[in-house]
């Protein structure tokens, strides 16, 4: 890679690609990851310019940037009654930026600094310009009924949002999305792809100027309270824009009863009018209805909306629902220990803003935010949590006895039980089994040991979810937003999930943060978006005079599902399969790997708070010989998705068909070979290679189990890695410097080092490696072996650990490598690394994988399909491919 200083500009291959230096301006979670978007992509941010902390704590982006090294300017103002305060101004020019990045800005930055940069300012702006310019666009885009939704990157000028646009992203707005659903559905992880986007089209010389049309420009000030009055002489449709639209700031109100009252959480309500008792609304032609699902509101043309929540002037938000009973509620009585626990509360919320403090104090007391939110006074909060406590609420609380964990800087809570039809709850016979921490060998919980009873438990209530449950009349928008939820809540947890994931797989917590809970979120997002998008199609057919028929597919969800995971991705894996299955309308019961059930059990947890119906998730942890085997025996499992060993494969197979034909996927072992030329980039195929080998320890489906290396460059590619694997560092991968984990558990480090027995013995070379570590724990070294011949164990033979295996190849040999590389059973995954594109697309026309990275390796993303050839199994994982593998497909036929 050769750089020109002058002008930033990074050479690869023959590809140009600018960079530039950037000056981020602005704040926020969205800000933080345009920042960090910006670093990957390799711009190099000089200065960002945010706000100052608010009750001791940094913005977001502020946060990531100091953590970088990146210089950070917290300024209050940068102007004083439209002036530019020029002590700021100066302090922004001496970063010296090529553009300005406003990603979210609530500051009046001076034309001083917009200007200042060669290349401008871009913002963004969350409409489709020139409508709705303005700080609340995203609220009069419901508010006013747009059909569509977006945003637009545009050049900043001295008008307000009048510049000329860059680009624009558009997305559909459905009947009931509000500004949160807009928000975290499209307008927050494509604006930032955008962002991105747009910075290296100005790069490249390559980003329009597009002026803003005058025609269909419009401009709403941010609305105010005393503005937000409903007023109730419109139809249905009008007055849930306008309520969807205010929600949650400034709230759209109304009077009852003489006192103000505003209005959250609006749908339009079809169907019969529901049975409820009348309420007078100030203004209506109709009395509302009190319903047991909330407010039912008529428009004037007598459709129908919901209201679910109601907060009064002195702060009290209650459930729509509970309008009359609210005031006439008993008050309770507290106990001498439940006083005790008011004033421990009060002390607790006088400190702090959240209530992981109180839930961890009580156990049995299940809180969410939202419970100080709609009881804002302390005395009701009290009633409320001693009803929780005395179990006294309308709905079944979700309890969950955790084992808690001090590590990583952080108490981990983890379930440890199964979980079935929405509650934690022991094996049947209470048996349970001990999960271990790689690092040490110490037991981190006993977990419970799941029984064929317990799969009939589970199955049961998967059913029933399927066919009678509100799993199975919601609709597919409506899971999709459940997915999305439960990707959030993901998000929200991640460092807890990877801090688990690391101490019961052996991850590297920063590779665990990054892949196993980043790709697992992506993941779910990914799937959710995918929920109302699932079509059939119609059929032109042969038409039998006189008669004419319509012909069309539908594409039916299967039933109830099971999936069998591995252990070396424990909850990536999760994702890979259960996302696309319950964004197909399945439910699922789930089996984690025996050693590694942790992350899937707190996953269960996550679902439930995402607000999953009961029955369409359940975890099994136990035995693949026992719970696996008697999933695949289920009659009324119709899915089976496993990913393992092909010997366990093919016994999967066999049950399912000998049980009920249940249709399969099965993603299994390999020994992916990876090719290199001569004329490959050095540097990049030996950093690959190892990433390829030694990435996950090793414990990676798609490793490169084998290298062929051109003769010519052999000894150097081998002394460069020796010398790579020198400055690794083997050790807890909770310390952040750690290359180089522990293997997943003992009897597999076992396996790995009679496997490098077996190659010594058979004459490979043991250039490095093939001991345990000497420490605690079951470390290995990275190992490599050369002179490995076609006919050996280490050739043939799937190591799943930290083995390079390196053969040589005649100078020139293409169709001889590619024979030797083709010469297996499996054919998950392959690769090759040379500078000659004719050569890399025949060696991938020609290898039997069912994934061929070129120049690159590992590289796997949602939105591609995964899944291999032959004895490496069929169907596929992620993509849109992946739906189908939990879809059936229907044919009508109508005449008409």
């Keep these: 890679m050769v750089r020109k200083t002058q002008s930033q500009i990074f050479i690869t291959g023959t590809a140009y690609q600018r960079k530039l230096k950037l000056a981020l301006i602005g704040q926020s979670i969205f800000g933080q990851e345009v ?128 510049g000329p646009i860059l680009l624009q992203r558009e997305c559909d707005v459905g009947r009931n999305d509000t500004v949160d659903d807009l928000y975290n559905h499209f307008l927050f992880p494509e604006g930032i792809k955008a962002m991105v986007e747009a910075v290296q089209l100005i790069a490249d010389g390559k980003a329009p100027q597009i002026p803003q049309p005058e025609e269909g420009a419009t401009y709403e000030g941010i609305q105010k309270k005393e503005n937000a009055e409903i007023s109730w002489d419109k139809p249905a449709e009008a007055l849930h824009n306008w309520i ?135 005395a009701d909060f009290i009633q409320m949590a001693v009803r929780k406590l005395r179990g006294e609420d309308e709905e079944e609380e979700l309890v969950i006895d955790y084992v808690s964990k001090n590590v990583n800087n952080m108490t981990v809570k983890m379930p440890y039980q199964c979980f079935i039809n929405g509650q934690f709850m022991d094996a049947e016979g209470g048996k349970t089994y001990d999960t271990i921490n790689p690092t040490d060998g110490s037991i981190i919980a006993k977990v419970s040991y799941a029984s064929v009873a317990d799969v009939d438990k589970a199955v049961a209530a998967a059913k029933d979810a399927f066919e009678n449950g509100e799993w199975a009349r919601m609709n ?49 997002r990914y799937f959710a978006g995918w929920c109302d998008k699932i079509q059939g199609s119609t059929i032109p057919i042969s038409q039998a005079r006189p008669n004419h028929n319509l012909t069309f597919t539908k594409k039916e969800p299967i039933g109830v599902c ?135 320890k090793g414990e990676n489906c798609i490793a490169a189990g084998r290298l062929f290396v051109e003769e010519s460059i052999h000894d150097e590619f081998v002394r460069r890695v020796v010398e790579e694997i020198k400055k690794m560092k083997i050790g807890d991968p909770l310390d952040r410097a750690t290359d180089h984990g522990p293997q997943n558990h003992k009897a597999h480090l076992e396996k790995l080092l009679e496997y490098c027995e077996i190659g010594v013995k058979e004459g490979a070379t043991l250039v490095y490696g093939g001991r345990q570590v000497c420490r605690p724990g079951f470390f290995m070294e990275p190992t490599v072996f050369t002179d490995v011949e076609d006919h050996m164990y280490l ?29 297996t059973e499996y054919g998950l995954a392959s690769g090759v690394f040379t500078r000659d594109l004719s050569k890399a697309l025949y060696v991938s026309e020609n290898l039997e994988a069912g994934t061929v990275f070129i120049n690159t390796y590992n590289k796997t993303d949602v939105a591609a399909p995964f899944g291999g050839f032959k004895q490496s199994g069929f169907g596929k994982d992620l993509g849109e491919e992946a739906l189908h593998e939990y879809l059936r497909t229907k044919a009508v036929t109508v005449e008409y």
């Excluded at 928008?477 to 439960?486: A, C, F, Q, V």
């Design 35 to 162: 920042y960090r978007h910006l670093q990957k992509e390799g711009h190099r941010v000089v200065g960002v310019f945010t706000i100052p902390d608010v009750n001791g704590k940094a913005d977001p982006l502020a946060l990531a940037a100091e953590k970088d090294g990146t210089s950070v300017f917290k300024f209050p103002r940068w102007r004083v009654k439209g002036k530019p305060i020029w002590e700021v101004v100066e302090a922004y020019k001496s970063v010296g930026a090529d553009l300005n990045v406003l990603p979210f800005c609530t500051q009046f930055i001076p034309m001083d600094v917009i200007d200042s940069p060669k290349h401008g300012s871009i913002i963004y702006h969350p409409s489709i310009l020139p409508r709705h310019r303005g700080a609340s666009a995203i609220n009069w885009t419901l508010i006013q009924g747009d059909k569509k939704a977006g945003f637009t990157i545009f050049w900043a000028d001295d008008g307000l949002d009048t």
């Design 562 to 696: 099971a999936i069998v995971i591995p252990w070396n991705y424990p909850l990536m894996m999760l994702a890979w399969k259960s996302a696309a299955c319950l964004a197909a309308g399945n439910t699922l019961v789930l089996k984690p790997a025996q050693v590694t059930p942790l992350t899937a059990l707190k996953f269960a947890e996550l679902s439930a708070k995402a607000g999953f119906p009961k029955g369409v998730i359940n975890i099994l942890p136990g035995s693949g010989g026992l719970v696996g085997q008697h999933m695949s025996e289920h009659p009324d499992i119709r899915k089976l998705g496993f990913t393992g060993s092909t010997l366990i494969g093919k016994q999967i197979m066999k049950s399912c068909a000998v049980s009920n034909l249940k249709k399969v996927s099965l993603e299994l072992g390999g020994k992916s070979p990876l090719i290199i030329f001569e004329d490959c980039e050095l540097d990049k195929a030996v950093r690959m290679g190892m990433g390829a080998v030694y990435f996950n």
């Design 795 to 823: 050739a043939k033979e799937e190591s799943f650990g930290p083995v390079m295996v390196i053969s040589k190849f005649k100078n020139g040999d293409v169709d001889g490598v590619l024979k030797r590389a083709n010469s």
């Design 244 to 378: 969807r639209g205010h929600d949650k700031v400034p709230g759209a109100w109304t009077v009852i009863d003489g006192q103000m009252v505003t209005f959250y959480g609006s749908s339009l309500l079809d169907g019969p009018v529901p049975p409820g008792q009348p309420l007078a609304i100030k203004g209506t032609a109709k009395p509302g209805l009190i319903t047991k699902n909330g407010l039912v509101l008529f428009g004037n043309d007598g459709k129908m909306l919901l209201v679910r929540n109601l907060q009064f002037e002195d702060g009290k938000m209650i459930p729509a629902s509970k309008y009359f009973s609210s005031d006439e509620m008993s008050v309770l009585e507290l106990t001498e220990e439940e006083k005790k626990m008011a004033e421990d509360i009060k002390v607790i919320l006088n400190t702090s803003v959240m209530i992981e403090e109180i839930k961890q104090k009580y156990s049995g007391l299940q809180l969410q935010n939202e419970d100080v939110y709609m009881a804002t006074k302390f």
């Design 476 to 524: 597919a928008r409506e899971r999709g937003r459940l997915m999305y939820r439960l990707a959030d809540l993901m998000e929200e947890h991640q460092e807890e999930l990877a801090t688990i994931e690391a101490i019961d797989s052996g991850a590297v917590y920063t590779l665990a943060l990054k892949t196993h809970v980043g790709m697992s979120v992506q993941t779910f």
